[in-house]
C-alpha cells in the first residue's frame, strides 16, 4: 500500500531553517507529482508547495515563496522542503500529499519560536 512517512520538523528559532523529508513507497513515485502542505491550529489545511513529476515545475503559496524550496530525489523516492528565513506564522503540521493517489502522510510539526 501507498505510504507517506515525513520527517525533519522539530522547534526553531524566528530566522532559522528547517529541511522536511517524505519518503514514498508503494507508488510508482517517478510518474506523481508530490505536495507539501500545512495546518496551523484552528486553520484549514493549505497547500504550501508542489512539484511535477518530473521535477520541472514547482508551485508555491505566496507566504512562502522566496523562503522554501520544494525538491524530489526519484532515485530514493523522496521529497524535500528546505524551509528559509523560517516565521512564527509558519507554525504548523506540515503534511507530505500525493495527489494521484490521494494519500497523505502523518504530518510533522514545525514550530518557529523564540
Known amino acids: 500500500q501507498v505510504q507517506l512517512v515525513e520527517s525533519g520538523g522539530g522547534v526553531v528559532q524566528p530566522g532559522g531553517s528547517l529541511r522536511l523529508s517524505c519518503a514514498a513507497s508503494?507508488?510508482?513515485?517517478?510518474?506523481?507529482?508530490m505536495g507539501w502542505y500545512r495546518q496551523a491550529p484552528g486553520k484549514g489545511r493549505e497547500l504550501v508547495a508542489h512539484?511535477?513529476?518530473?521535477?520541472?515545475?514547482?508551485n508555491y503559496a505566496d507566504s512562502v515563496k522566496g523562503r522554501f524550496t520544494i525538491s524530489r530525489d526519484d532515485a530514493k523516492n523522496m521529497v524535500y522542503l528546505q524551509m528559509n528565513s523560517l516565521k512564527p506564522e509558519d507554525t504548523a503540521v506540515y503534511y507530505c500529499?500525493?495527489?494521484?493517489?490521494?494519500?497523505w502522510g502523518q504530518g510533522t510539526q514545525v514550530t518557529v519560536s523564540s
Open positions: 500529499h500525493a495527489p494521484r493517489t490521494g494519500h
Open positions: 512539484i511535477s513529476a518530473n521535477g520541472l515545475t514547482s
Open positions: 508503494g507508488l510508482t513515485f517517478s510518474y506523481s507529482d
